[in-house]
């Protein structure tokens, strides 16, 4: 099968964006792994499919696939990179759309410079839901913010949050020396997160901004992780670290995220680009 796919990125978190508006492409697991492989597809951290509105109420239906052929919740760097698309393949002239998605309906917004700016939701904050088994943790009496995890001979102290998707964030002293490449991995897939977590690090420093590196599940460690972002600033607002309005700094770019607290959504705003479009077989 011949699949039409634009390739696009957002901070340097990179997209295979397929349009099926007009009808299902009916891929599966293998499908989109192919597509992710940066060998012998066409490479990307997730596949985006943008489908028809399944309802009144909102504009279209947004679909995630990560590079590893598994469905995700959410992804904040493809929601921008999502209303490029929709708009540059002249699928809609809104420049405000509500788009659903596995966690729910969020709302993007492109603005006069060429940004994107994305009604993220509120954070889920409530332990089942994200979902965290607490039993598999411990508390920490000097924070009950924090959640101690014993990570193969060492521990990690983290902040549980969802942004649709599953985030532990733990603060550590210099991001470019933390061990994320092994220490993500090991989080990622701790018993005390039954569907798996996005392991975040943030180094903070400022009030107002922060670093931050973030190891994906089921993608590995990418340039830049929208909700990722937003979930590192949700724990840093809640552990009084930082500011409602927040620079994030990622080896992809920079993201502004805002939080004004319980009770209120994320914003995140960022730039979406498209690299280039193509056609490619998929082997069946």
Not at 51 to 69: K, L, Q, T
Not at 137 to 153: F, I, K, T, Y
């Amino acid at each position: 099968m011949r699949i039409r796919f634009t390739k696009m990125q957002g901070a340097g978190n990179d997209f295979v964006v397929l349009d099926e508006t007009q009808g299902l492409l009916g891929l599966g697991a293998d499908d989109y792994r192919f597509l992710a492989d940066r060998h012998f597809g066409v490479g990307a951290d997730q596949i985006l499919s943008v489908r028809a509105a399944p309802s009144s109420d909102v504009d279209f239906e947004y679909v995630i696939h990560n590079a590893d052929g598994g469905e995700v919740e959410q992804c904040g760097n493809g929601s921008r990179c999502f209303v490029r698309f929709v708009r540059e393949q002249g699928l809609t002239t809104k420049s405000t759309i509500r788009v659903k998605v596995h966690g729910g309906v969020i709302s993007l917004h492109e603005l006069p410079d060429g940004r994107v700016k994305v009604d993220m939701g509120q954070p889920v904050l409530e332990l089942p839901r994200i979902p965290f088994l607490s039993e598999h943790a411990v508390a920490l009496d000097s924070n009950p913010l924090l959640w101690r995890l014993s990570v193969g001979e060492q521990h990690a102290d983290v902040a549980v949050v969802s942004m649709g998707n599953p985030h532990a964030v733990t603060t550590v002293a210099d991001v470019e020396q933390a061990p994320v490449l092994a220490l993500g991995p090991l989080i990622e897939h701790h018993v005390a997160f039954p569907n798996r977590v996005n392991a975040g690090f943030m180094q903070v420093m400022s009030r107002q901004q922060i670093k931050l590196r973030v190891f994906e599940r089921g993608a590995g460690e990418t340039l830049a992780c929208g909700t990722g972002a937003c979930a590192a600033v949700v724990a840093g607002v809640r552990l009084g670290l930082l500011d409602p309005q927040v620079e994030v700094l990622t080896r992809g770019g920079k993201l502004t995220i805002e939080w004004s607290g319980l009770g209120h959504p994320v914003w995140m705003t960022g730039p979406a680009t498209t690299v280039f479009t193509g056609e490619m077989e998929i082997p069946t």
